[in-house]
Structure formats: structure tokens, C-alpha cells
């Protein structure tokens, strides 16, 4: 992958393929308007980084690409499908897009492995010793192959939320999803959790973070995008972003969690 | 600043000694203040005024194989009702050459529920077993086939219709309960409101009532000459009774289960009928066990109310023996005994459930 080293370049991004197309997206709550007109486009291999105040819609933008959320107005294409109502559609779409959660929703009554190999199981439709073989696979990649046996109560939150990202990358996803993965973390768990993003990240991986670690956004994206009240406010890399900020907002966010 | 002396060697030490011997015990638990002291004497007191009168009458002056007029003659229990008449009671109306029948397909039933009892025996042949075992134990009641001479269903009675009743009963209304558990918080809102229609009122009216309806109103429904056999009427009404119950409880179970277990499911990909069968309804179903298990346990025992359509259950076969002016006057025996059966099947039910629950506790 030519743009998956640290300094990544724009244009070998520009040139790949389109892997998420968001085209004047709207959504409301009732009568709250939330996402008020987005437009993003996203390059296959290319990391993104959101962030913005509490209850500017980060979360809400990214579960609209899985359909987690429904919008009302604009598209979102992703990897050349278009999300609507029809179920086919939807059903494609969830099977390329990863999600990991802020709270890790691993699924309680059921072992690590099971956990990871339902997906493929019951979605793929992959026999399940295929399916344990790549769940191992991916289990030792988060470094926690050990734990197969044993059941997400019995494990540490980062452990947890490590098990979450090799749950998703079971299902083989074209673009990864993360919604605040290590807010919910003690403090010495999130490296443990930023480091495995970090090497999936180089391994050339789609991915939208939402997240304030400024640190892995550094290191890894290549756009962080400021969202506030339902709009992409700024947009930059990240030396520029966090260097030369230029909107009034972005200045007094930055400064609130830079201290 | 503090500074903390540094712990010399690891000791063991022992956990301290609560009561010593069976005279600590007592003394501890039930002599350990002044209200436990007169609460244990007060107990002391009631029991030997009823045990040992209790066990004069049941026991040391207890008839066990007479006449009912020997029993008139003594003062002890007269258990001598249930041996002379247990075929009747445990069968009702039966003909007597062929009981053997009914009590083969029991032995069958109780075979199949302690096998079922252990989680490690559930498989699929498991399944095949009980489809198996409830043909053979259908066979075996109504005959018919391989020589055996038909029994027409208005003379089964006793303990078969019993667990015929409730073992039917249970197993239809459970999985028919979580359907409308289910149909109750579907999107769809003409399911949710025809199940909110259906469980409300079937809630709203007490179970004699629905018995009476499919007894008496239902048949009037029905074109001339189209009967449908009163059991099946009565079963029906204890199924569409139970369930509406089961329903609420299993509603309970879904609301605790997290938003982020949907959403989970279907980032993965998983449709509504997998998310529903793999993540959803074995964590809701497992946290309402109790619940479940409490109406699963007063649905068996409402099943003798089918006595109100004439149904000779084995509630109304041991009422019926006390008719007989040879044992007229021993309802106390024929009740204990009746309760006595009924609490084997309860305890059952409940120490199964205690055994799941802790089984699937992860
Ligand atoms: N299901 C919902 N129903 C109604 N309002 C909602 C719902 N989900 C979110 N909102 C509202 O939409 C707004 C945006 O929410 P969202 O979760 O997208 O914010 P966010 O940027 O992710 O914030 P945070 O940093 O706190 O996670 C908030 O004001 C929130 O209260
Ligand atoms: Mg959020």
C-alpha cells in the first residue's frame, strides 16, 4: 500500500478508490436536527479521525454508514452501494463495514471465540472450523489468544474492546468503524487498545475513529475532520489541524482538551 | 506521612471460629438475643403440640389396607381410601384391563423428563426421543393399532390427563409466549397491537372463564354434527392462557437486554431472527427463568380446574372416591394425598429450574 507508512500522501489517496461517498446528509430526531447536511468522501486505505464537542453528531454520522441510524435526506454510498431501505442492500453494506463501540457490546453469553465466529458462522455462512481457525487468526493478532475459551465478563476492558476490533476484522470488512473505542477505558488500558489500531492502521485498513486521543490521530490519520452542531466544521491534516487550526471553534475545542 | 510497617512473614492465618459443636450452634442461631430465645420457644411449642398428635393419628393408629368400615371404627387416618381406590383415582374411568397402558406411557413421560433434567443429554437425538416417546405415549392411550383395543378419550382421567394437560400445556405455551413477546415489540404496529389485543385480554378474564367458553360457547360456533374433542377444547384454552402470561414475563427479559447487543448483532450482519435466536432471546429468556418457572408451576396446578367442564382429572377422580358412602368422611387423607402428588410434580419443576439457572450462569 503506497499511502499506509506515517506520512501519508494526499494525492496517492485522492487517486484510490472511493470506498465511502456521504452526499448532503441530513437526519433529524423527532424535530431535533442533528446532522445537517454532511459531505465526506472516503479513499480505500485512507484513516480518518472525528472529533468535535459532546452532541455534535459524530456518533450519529458514523452509524448512519451501517445503518444503525436511518437518515432522511442525502446519500451514502458505500463501496458502490447505495443505502436504503432495501434490506439486500443494507445486509451488503453491514457485512463491509466494521463497527467497534465505546462500550465494546461483546455478546456476554457466549465465549470469546463464539463470539467472534457467529459473524462468519451465520452471516458467511463459513463452516465453523474455518471460522475458529480465522477467529484464532485474528485473536492472536490482538494479542489475547489465550482467552479464547473464556467469557467476556472474565476480561480486562481493554482486553474486551480488543476482543471487539478482532470480532469485526472476522467478518473481513472493507472499512472499520470505531465510535469512541477507549473512552470508556482506564487510563492504562487505552495503549493497549490505540496499539492494535495503530497496527491495523499500517496494515493499510479503511478507517473512520471517532476519538480525542490527538496522539493516534497524529501518528496515523490522514484527515482529522471537526464536526459541530451536525456540520463538518474544518477539516485538515493532522500537523495542520492541530498546528494552525483556523476556525474560532475549533481554536476553543482544541484548547479544552489540550488543556 | 505515613509509613507503613512492613508485613513480617505471610502468616495463614485460620478464619475465626464462629461456633464451636452443636451446642455453639444453638446457641448462636437460636438462643443468640431475646425475641430469637422466645421465637425458638414459641416454635418448640407449636411443634410438640402438633407433630407428635400428628404422627398418633397418621402413623401409629393408621389404617393402611382395610375396609371403610374398619376405618370408621378407629380414630387413626384412614389411608385405606387411596389403596383400595388407587386405580381409580390414578386413572378415572380407564377400563381396568388395559390401565397398564396409561402407566406405561407415565413411566415413558417420567423417563424422557429425568433424561432431560441433565443439559449435557440435550441433542438432537434428544429431540427425535421425545417425538418418539410422545407418538408411543399417544398410541398407548388411545390404542386402536397393534391389537391394542381403542379408548375413546372421554375415559381417560387421573394423573395421565394430568400430565397430559400440563405437559402439553407447558410446552406449547412457552415457545407460543416468547412469539408473543416478540409480536409485542415488533415495529410492525399491526402485530404489536394484535398481541397487545390478545395478551390484554386474555389476561383481563380468569382461566374458568376461557375453560367454560371453549366448553360450553365455542361448540355452539360449530356446524352440525363437528364436534372437537373436549380435552383438545380444554388444552387449548390453558395454552392461550399461559402463553399470554409467559409473554409478559419473557417482555420483562427483553427489556433488560442493552441496546448495544442489537446493534452489535447487526453491525455483524445478523438478521432479525438470528439476532433474535442467538443473542437476544438466550440472555432474556435465561434472566426470567424464575418468573417463568413460578407461572409454568401455577399453570399446572390451575389445570384442575378442568373439573368444571367434567373433566375427570386427578383432582375430581379423588374427589369422587369421597362419594363413595364407604369412605364418605375421609376428605383429609384424600387431600393429603392429593397434595402429596402435586408437590412431587412442583418440586420437580422448581429444583430443575434452580439446577438450569445455575448451569447457565456464565
Ligand atoms: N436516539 C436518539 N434520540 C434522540 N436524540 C438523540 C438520539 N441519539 C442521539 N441524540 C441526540 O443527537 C445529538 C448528537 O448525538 P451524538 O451521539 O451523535 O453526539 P456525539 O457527537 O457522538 O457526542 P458524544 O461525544 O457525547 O458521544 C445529541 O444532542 C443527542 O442528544
Ligand atoms: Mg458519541
Redesign the interface.
Given at each position: 500500500m503506497s499511502n499506509s507508512g506515517q506520512n501519508p500522501s494526499p494525492a496517492a489517496a485522492e487517486e484510490a478508490r472511493q470506498i465511502i461517498k456521504i452526499i448532503d446528509l441530513h437526519k433529524w430526531f423527532g424535530e431535533f436536527h442533528v446532522l445537517r447536511g454532511i459531505n465526506l468522501e472516503v479513499a480505500a486505505g485512507e484513516r480518518i479521525v472525528v472529533c468535535g464537542p459532546s452532541g455534535s453528531g459524530k456518533s450519529t454520522m458514523i452509524r448512519c454508514i451501517?445503518?444503525?441510524e436511518e437518515h432522511q435526506r442525502g446519500q451514502i454510498i458505500v463501496d458502490g452501494i447505495e443505502l436504503s431501505n432495501n434490506l439486500k442492500n443494507i445486509?451488503k453494506i453491514?457485512?463491509e463495514?466494521?463497527?467497534v463501540?465505546q462500550?465494546f457490546?461483546?455478546?456476554?453469553?457466549l465465549t470469546i471465540l463464539d463470539n467472534l465466529t457467529?459473524?462468519p458462522i451465520?452471516?458467511k455462512k463459513m463452516p465453523r472450523r474455518e471460522a475458529e481457525e480465522i477467529a484464532m487468526y485474528f485473536l492472536e493478532k490482538v494479542h489475547i489468544a489465550e482467552q479464547a475459551k473464556k467469557?467476556p465478563?472474565q476480561l480486562s476492558g481493554g482486553q474486551q474492546q480488543r476482543v471487539?476490533i478482532a470480532?469485526?476484522l472476522c467478518?473481513k470488512p472493507k472499512v472499520m468503524l470505531f465510535d469512541e473505542p477507549t473512552s470508556a477505558l482506564d487510563p492504562e488500558m487505552v495503549k493497549e487498545v490505540l496499539d492494535v489500531m495503530i497496527s491495523l492502521a499500517h496494515e493499510g485498513m479503511t478507517m473512520i475513529v471517532v476519538t480525542h486521543e490527538m496522539g493516534f490521530a497524529k501518528s496515523v490519520a490522514h484527515r482529522v475532520l471537526f464536526m459541530d452542531e451536525g456540520r463538518i466544521v474544518e477539516e485538515n491534516t493532522p500537523d495542520e489541524f492541530f498546528d494552525h487550526p483556523e476556525h474560532e471553534r475549533t481554536k476553543l475545542f482544541l484548547s479544552q482538551i489540550l488543556h | 506521612m505515613t509509613v507503613y510497617e512492613p508485613i513480617e512473614e505471610f502468616t495463614d492465618l485460620k478464619p475465626p471460629v464462629t461456633s464451636i459443636g452443636v451446642l455453639g450452634w444453638i446457641r448462636s442461631k437460636l438462643f443468640n438475643n431475646w425475641y430469637n430465645s422466645l421465637l425458638t420457644l414459641a416454635t418448640l411449642y407449636l411443634l410438640v403440640k402438633v407433630v407428635p398428635p400428628f404422627i398418633d393419628w397418621a402413623v401409629i393408629n393408621g389404617n393402611w389396607n382395610t375396609t371403610g368400615a374398619a376405618c370408621h371404627q378407629s380414630k387413626g387416618a384412614c389411608w385405606s381410601i387411596i389403596h383400595a381406590n388407587i386405580r381409580f383415582i390414578m386413572f378415572g374411568f380407564y377400563p381396568p384391563t388395559e390401565q397398564w397402558r396409561p402407566l406405561l406411557a407415565m413411566m415413558l413421560l417420567f423417563a424422557l423428563l429425568l433424561v432431560s433434567r441433565n443439559r449435557r443429554w440435550w441433542s438432537k437425538y434428544l429431540g427425535f426421543a421425545w417425538l418418539a416417546g410422545l407418538v408411543v405415549m399417544g398410541l398407548l392411550m388411545k390404542g386402536g393399532l397393534f391389537g391394542l383395543p381403542a379408548v375413546d378419550s372421554g375415559q381417560w382421567g387421573g394423573l395421565p390427563l394430568t400430565l397430559i394437560l400440563s405437559v402439553f400445556g407447558l410446552t406449547a405455551a412457552y415457545p407460543l409466549g416468547v412469539i408473543l413477546a416478540l409480536g409485542r415489540q415488533s415495529r410492525m404496529p399491526a402485530i404489536r397491537y394484535l398481541t397487545i389485543v390478545y395478551i390484554e385480554m386474555i389476561r383481563g378474564v380468569p382461566l374458568i372463564s376461557l375453560l367454560f367458553m371453549s366448553a360450553i360457547i365455542f361448540p355452539l360456533f360449530l356446524p352440525e354434527g363437528v364436534t372437537i374433542n373436549k380435552i383438545i377444547r380444554a388444552q387449548v384454552a390453558i395454552i392461550m392462557f399461559t402463553a399470554a402470561y409467559v409473554a409478559e414475563v419473557v417482555r420483562g427479559g427483553l427489556q433488560a437486554i442493552p441496546k448495544g447487543q442489537y446493534e452489535a448483532a447487526e453491525s455483524l450482519g445478523l438478521n432479525y431472527w438470528q439476532t433474535m435466536r442467538l443473542i437476544v432471546l438466550p440472555q432474556a429468556l435465561k434472566i426470567v427463568i424464575p418468573p417463568t418457572v413460578s407461572i409454568l408451576i401455577s399453570a399446572f396446578k390451575d389445570t384442575s380446574l378442568v373439573v368444571i367442564i367434567a373433566l375427570y382429572d386427578i383432582l375430581k377422580t379423588t374427589q369422587s372416591t369421597l362419594s363413595n358412602p364407604e369412605w364418605m368422611g375421609f376428605s383429609t387423607e384424600a387431600y393429603l394425598f392429593l397434595a402429596l402428588v402435586y408437590f412431587i410434580c412442583c418440586y420437580f419443576m422448581s429444583t430443575w429450574s434452580r439446577k438450569l439457572e445455575k448451569e447457565l450462569q456464565t
Open positions: 451501517n445503518r444503525l445486509e453491514r457485512e463495514v466494521g463497527m463501540f462500550h457490546n461483546l455478546f456476554p453469553h457467529l459473524g451465520w452471516v467469557f465478563g471487539a470480532r469485526s467478518m | -
